[in-house]
């Protein structure tokens, strides 16, 4: 599976108008390959949308930004609603929990988004991913609340992306209150981790998107 990631500076003014122009890529639904897309505000920067796409693979982005998304982008005007734009593309690399769950509709029920955007070390990256499938993959399989996710990765980058759905915000805090402190000790976490940028985004249902056709992993 592939995971875009995209977060935008929207000036406050342009809120309303981002978010109407957001629910154009309804369209995606039809798309080849196209498995769903999610999003909304961060909640600890409001002026910070936040964006998550799954597509079956490589190739079947590779067709739809070739051929599709300039058709959307522009018709919705939204190019005109931000004034700054980051976007990641990474491969899947472990699912997190139920991701099988998930695909089939799990999604429909989360509350927030978790983002972790990591950038590891030089000569760590075999221990980080040693640690989230051995630490912190089967702590987050046994949180209350937690629907699913995926791990994600550019390898030759050192750079990694976990995201998680969560069915509510209060129980992705008690998650973080009584295990993270201790889940990050036992991965030797500050060992591995040159930059570690958190997001907690509070989904939006006018922007889910989730395809035509749905099957659990390959379409």
């Known amino acids: 599976m592939l995971i875009k990631w995209i977060v935008c500076h929207v000036p406050e003014e342009n809120r ?17 390959g196209f498995v769903a897309q999610f999003g909304g505000w961060n909640a600890a ?5 936040c964006i998550v796409g799954l597509w079956k ?37 472990l699912p997190v929990g139920h991701l099988e ?7 429909m029920e989360a509350e927030l988004i ?18 989230q499938q051995e630490v912190w993959n089967p702590a987050m399989e046994q949180t ?4 699913g996710g995926v791990f994600a990765g550019d390898v030759s980058a050192r750079r990694f992306l976990t995201i998680t759905w969560w069915k509510s915000a209060k129980l992705h805090r008690a998650y973080v209150k009584n295990h993270v402190a201790n889940l990050r000790e ?31 992993r390959g379409r």
């Open 114 to 131: 978790r983002v972790a955007d990591c950038r590891v070390l030089p000569g760590r990256e075999d221990h980080f991913l040693q640690m």
């Open 57 to 93: 693979d490589r190739d079947s982005y590779t067709a739809f930004m070739e051929k599709i998304h300039d058709e959307i982008y522009v018709s919705g005007r939204q190019q005109e609603t931000f004034d700054r734009i980051a976007v990641t593309i990474m491969e899947e690399i």
């Open 144 to 147: 209350d609340g937690m629907l």
């Open 45 to 49: 920067d409001p002026a910070e949308a």
């Open 186 to 216: 036992q991965a030797q976490l500050d060992l591995d981790i040159e930059q570690l940028v958190g997001y907690e985004v509070w989904c939006k249902p006018s922007w889910r998107v989730t395809a035509t056709v749905q099957s659990a």
């Open 101 to 107: 769950r998930l695909c089939l509709g799990g999604w």
């Open 16 to 32: 309303e108008f981002f978010s109407q122009a957001q629910q154009q890529w309804s369209a995606l639904r039809d798309v080849p």
